[in-house]
């Protein structure tokens, strides 16, 4: 019985070792697995989806930095990393020429939310108030020219009202002679 129980202890002890070696090694590469998720994660958004150089360039350093912290905080099924990748959506999206007005309007509606979510990770980074100013000013630039894209030549003749009508440039060719053509 006492050898019995001495062989139990042993097992036990053996195990404890065993589980503290592995926590260990966990703890060792979980960092490096972290990066490669987040990083696999970024890269295969970024191939997917073009992005101004701003935004390529705040994705791929700041936002990238923001997603490995939120990752080894709270893993990749917690709120925060969900709430982390759909700032990064909204804001590439938010950055593509708006050409319907409902897509200005939802635009107009996540302005706010979406630069206090951004404003929000970079300063859980510390980074400088001064840096986070530039970024913003450049940031407003790019939504002023996704709310107002350049007009295509038709669709500026429309709206300044020059567009011609099929029955006026036929009408223009029978008095000039020339065909419609």
Partial sequence: MRNNLRSTEYRKAGARRALACLDATKRQV????????????????AANHYAPPL??????????AYLLQTYVRKSDE???WRQAVDTM???VWSVRPKTYEASRRRLYMMLIGLYQRLHDGLERLRIEASEQDLFFAELAKLHQAALYPPLS???ASWRTGTQRSSADRSERARQSGTSTR
């Fill in 30 to 45: 979980q960092p490096q697995i972290s990066k490669e998720v987040v990083f696999r994660y970024i890269d295969r958004y």
């Fill in 153 to 155: 030549r038709s669709e």
């Fill in 55 to 64: 935004i390529a360039r705040f994705l791929s350093t700041h936002w990238r």
């Fill in 89 to 91: 959506s909204d804001l």
């Fill in 78 to 80: 917690s709120r925060a």
